[in-house]
């Protein structure tokens, strides 16, 4: 799988705000340590640290794998197996082969693969770009 874009979606943004949650909730994590330090004896700044890593890996690996789907987000989920028929165009624009094909689609927030199977040939993807479109 491979990294693709979205129009209009900034992931750097995603990424801020799974910062932010991180530090806040390992912040109430660390207290809740500190006051269990004379058990443990590890410094309350390692805990806070390895507390708000921790805390990060496991949102974007909620994120990256279930929450990305809500509509809230507006990524497009392209998931699935899709049969279909194509075109292969002249220069003119008149049609030189009509071909039928599927396309298989494994998509999370952070990378997609796209791999098209026809009767002739096959190809797998390299790169994407998502755009949506409004209306019928």
Same mark, same amino acid.
Not at 5 to 19: E, P, T
Not at 53 to 81: R, S
């Given at each position: 799988?491979?990294?693709?874009?979205? &129009?209009?979606?900034?992931? @750097? @943004? !995603?990424?801020?705000?799974?910062? &932010? =949650?991180? !530090?806040?909730v390992a912040g109430g994590i660390s207290q809740i340590l500190a006051l269990a330090s004379n058990l443990s004896g590890i410094d309350a700044f390692a805990k806070a640290t390895i507390t708000?890593? =921790?805390?990060?890996?496991?949102?974007?690996?909620? &994120? /990256?794998?279930?929450?990305?789907? =809500?509509?809230? &987000?507006?990524?497009? /989920? !392209? /998931?699935?197996?899709?049969?279909?028929?194509g075109q292969t165009l002249n220069d003119d624009g008149t049609t030189k082969y009509d071909w039928e094909g599927c396309i298989g689609i494994e998509q999370n927030w952070k990378s997609i693969l796209i791999h098209l199977k026809t009767k002739n %040939?096959? %190809?797998?993807?390299?790169? @994407?770009?998502? %755009? *949506? *479109?409004?209306?019928?």
């Open positions: 799988m491979h990294d693709y874009a979205v &129009f209009g979606h900034d992931r @750097a @943004a !995603i990424g801020r705000w799974l910062g &932010f =949650i991180s !530090i806040a708000t890593g =921790i805390v990060y890996l496991v949102l974007h690996w909620f &994120f /990256n794998k279930w929450v990305w789907k =809500i509509p809230y &987000f507006e990524v497009p /989920n !392209i /998931n699935g197996t899709w049969e279909l028929t %040939s096959q %190809s797998e993807s390299y790169t @994407a770009t998502l %755009s *949506r *479109r409004f209306g019928p």
